[in-house]
């Protein structure tokens, strides 16, 4: 459609909003006047109006007109984010170029250069973040560039994500699950990168809420419970500090938040411990008004230890040492007299705007993109230097690089010279050195840390300083690639990796074209190709690597291929093209084949009840009540899986066309292997009650009991056989009555 016929269709000017459109544009306005100063409000009211417009005639999954949801995008970048107003404008038009009529040359017309540039960059990283295949690789490097040169391009991307999560319910259950596994892996730890850690942690709690809701809702009923109790201890804590501070006339705020919940459940997976054994479920802030003076936050800390005793090693000071975000604030861990650990972290106003809003508070601070600003100087080089190397041969492996890179947390260690480095937590010697110079990582041959030789695996920790010691040769060693971190050293690696591959590959393909001649036998490539996926191999490289590391008989191929010489016929395999079917018919297609063996009582499979056979995944044992996905394997059955087990949550990455949604059946008359972890005091006769509560009381089979004791505790590991997830919960409060049990967990 010409730029002429989009401005002659859209009176921009001239239009009246109805009554309900008028009501939405006043909220808008009062949310950007709050936020955004000198906010242009006839540009945005255009704006507004292009956008409900040209969506007119759209609706959302919910029902809902389809421009409530740029109007929430808006809103979100005005008050989450508040960078400026032409953020505002290019979100309430970030969808009209890609769904309706108008075209950038009407947005550059009616809204200028600028926006138009930024809504150009919201609609091509819409592409590249719905794939992520190997094809895509490149585009997600440009998908990172973009994100350097113009940080509001992908700021507007997660408040449109942002949104779409918190009306994710209106979608079936198999979607919710695949946008949310994606949205965990990919936006919610650049969000962290970002610093926007409000928006991060929404993020997590709506994917996890969505993945795992029996899990959601029993950690977010355990924080309400617990909320009077909570708003008592932090006013009795601060009490005798906010007098303090009242007399060093002292302006602040004072915070007490709760952490979010997928934080607390990661924590009691982490550390196996039930709700009530986690503690420090909230951090107190303080908030100090004055936005520049960074001494006072010293000041401050002093009060504090004045009145409670600090733990030594839970101090960060992120003031002298920001993180590479822009993250900065002062972090200790103290304990009441009563014996409580509370943690308490101290920053400015303009601190806590960077920590909320991350990168995008310097637009408030440095006035905008053309001011600069040294912290985003120092992203645009990190993502520039995990882009080092330009042509990875996989993008899963370098989206997996990317994503390690932007979770983990820093570490800061030094150069002989005295120069800091950051590197994420769990960097070894290895990475510092490819972090110095590629050639100093390929050449590395020893590490001497705070001046003593160590292993060039060895964990790295703050505060080191680190030399590396280089011979004249290259000195990788594959075996590396499962103790470094950093994207730049696992990629080098990996191509050194490959290289060896291709080598030993080589070799294997000289070894079948000697055995080839000696049987004089030909057979072109493309028939190589059909038998090596005969043999269940992508293609002759990997057949030809087999063969030349002695995995594979040469013999073998040669039988084949001389049988094909006599009969014609190669057979068929479970390989066939299916790039062209959607995903409802490639999954019907696997379906179709599946084995038909099984009861038909216990699951339903795309919402009826199957006699497809399946079979529950030992990395996770799925029970009843458990929250499941299906997996159809090659072999024609179905896999079942627990929706938060990273292996399902690998395969709704990978092999989306192979999950199917399933649902546990009522009335299943099964057992089901479950696992619990006790934890207790060591005495006489502990095991002999935990049996006798599991086979009298309970009247439950165990398959398994492993138990091991130290310094006075024992700790047991019991498998055994369980009706569902409500049996499961009865047998773990029961053996919490036991005499000595501190703790009984569900033990992955």
């Known amino acids: 459609m010409s730029r002429v016929a989009s401005i002659d269709k859209y009176d921009l000017k001239g239009y009246k909003l109805k009554k309900a459109q008028r009501e939405d544009l006043k909220l808008l306005l009062e949310v950007c006047r709050e936020h955004i100063p000198d906010v242009d409000e006839e540009a945005v009211t255009s704006a507004f109006k292009l956008c409900y417009l040209s969506h007119e005639d759209m609706k959302r999954a919910s029902g809902e007109p389809y421009y409530y949801h740029p109007v929430e995008v808006a809103k979100i970048v005005a008050s989450e984010i508040n960078i400026d107003d032409v953020s505002v404008i290019a979100s309430l038009l970030h969808d009209t170029v890609e769904d309706t009529d108008v075209n950038l040359d009407d947005i550059r017309y009616w809204f200028g250069e600028e926006v138009a540039v930024i809504i150009d960059g919201v609609t091509k990283i819409t592409g590249v973040f719905k794939s992520r295949d190997s094809k895509q690789a490149e585009a997600f490097m440009k998908l990172l560039l973009t994100m350097a040169e113009d940080i509001r391009v992908v700021l507007i991307k997660f408040a449109d994500r942002l949104h779409n999560m918190r009306t994710i319910q209106h979608l079936k259950r198999e979607k919710q699950v695949q946008i949310a596994s994606e949205t965990m892996d990919l936006y919610a730890p650049l969000a962290h990168r970002f610093g926007l850690f409000r928006i991060k942690n929404e993020l997590e709690d709506l994917c996890f809420k969505a993945i795992d809701p029996t899990s959601f809702k029993f950690v977010a009923r355990k924080l309400r419970e617990k909320k009077e109790d909570r708003e008592e ?6 009490e005798p500090i906010k007098n303090e501070l009242g007399k060093m006339k002292f302006k602040f705020e004072i915070k007490g938040r709760p952490k979010h919940i997928f934080s607390i459940y990661r924590k009691m ?7 009530e054994e986690i503690y ?12 520049h003076n960074k001494e006072d936050c010293w000041r401050v800390y002093s009060i504090i230890t004045d009145w409670y005793t600090p733990i030594p090693e839970r101090f960060r000071d992120f003031i002298s040492v920001p993180k590479a975000n822009g993250y900065q604030s002062l972090h200790t861990t103290v304990i009441t007299n009563k014996g409580r650990k509370v943690e308490v972290q101290i920053r400015t106003r303009r601190m806590d705007d960077i920590a909320e809003k991350g990168l995008a508070a310097h637009w408030k601070y440095k006035e905008g993109a ?3 600003s040294e912290t985003l100087d120092k992203f645009v080089s990190w993502v520039r230097d995990i882009l080092d190397n330009p042509r990875p041969d996989a993008a899963t492996d370098f989206v997996k690089d990317f994503q390690l890179n932007l979770y983990k947390d820093e570490i800061y260690v030094f150069t002989p010279d005295g120069e800091l480095k950051t590197l994420p937590r769990e960097a070894t010697p290895i990475d510092f050195a490819f972090e110095i110079h590629s050639e100093i990582g390929e050449r590395a041959m020893a590490a001497k840390v705070n001046g003593k030789m160590v292993p060039l695996r060895q964990k790295l920790h703050n505060g080191d300083q680190v030399e590396i010691i280089t011979g004249n040769k290259i000195n990788l060693n594959p075996d590396w690639i499962d103790d470094v971190v950093t994207h730049k050293a696992k990629s080098r690696i990996r191509q050194y990796i490959k290289q060896k591959q291709r080598k030993v590959a080589e070799e294997g393909r000289e070894l079948w074209e000697k055995r080839a001649k000696k049987g004089s036998v030909e057979i072109s490539d493309q028939e190589l190709n059909k038998f090596a996926k005969r043999f269940n191999y992508e293609s002759t490289q990997e057949l030809f690597f087999d063969i030349g590391s002695g995995a594979f008989e040469v013999n073998e191929l040669f039988k084949e291929v001389k049988k094909f010489k006599s009969t014609g016929r190669i057979e068929d395999t479970d390989s066939a093209d299916t790039k062209q079917l959607s995903n409802e018919e490639i999954q019907n297609k696997y379906l179709d084949s599946a084995r038909s063996v099984g009861d038909g009582k216990s699951l339903f499979i795309n919402g009826e009840l199957s006699n497809i056979k399946y079979s529950y995944a030992n990395c996770c044992n799925p029970i009843p009540g458990d929250d499941v996905i299906g997996f159809i394997s090659r072999t024609g059955d179905i896999k079942i899986h627990r929706a938060m ?7 709704l990455k990978t092999e989306t066309e192979r999950i199917v949604e399933v649902n546990w059946a009522k009335n299943i008359d099964t057992k089901f292997l479950g696992a619990i972890k006790v934890i207790g005091g060591d005495r006489v006769g502990m095991i002999n009650d935990i049996t006798d509560v599991l086979s009298k009381s309970l009247e439950t089979n165990m398959k398994s009991i492993n138990v091991s004791s130290d310094s006075g505790m024992f700790e047991g590991i019991i498998t055994l056989y369980v009706d569902g997830i409500s049996h499961l919960n009865r047998i773990m409060k029961k053996l919490e009555k036991i005499e000595g049990v501190k703790n009984v967990l569900r033990y992955e």
């Open 233 to 238: 201890f932090i006013n009795e804590f601060m």
């Open 269 to 275: 997976q982490r550390q196996q411990k039930p709700f």
């Open 280 to 291: 420090d479920l909230f951090a107190i802030r303080i908030i100090l008004e004055d936005p």
């Open 370 to 372: 053309q001011q600069g």
């Open 645 to 651: 087990c990273n292996n399902a949550q690998h395969l």
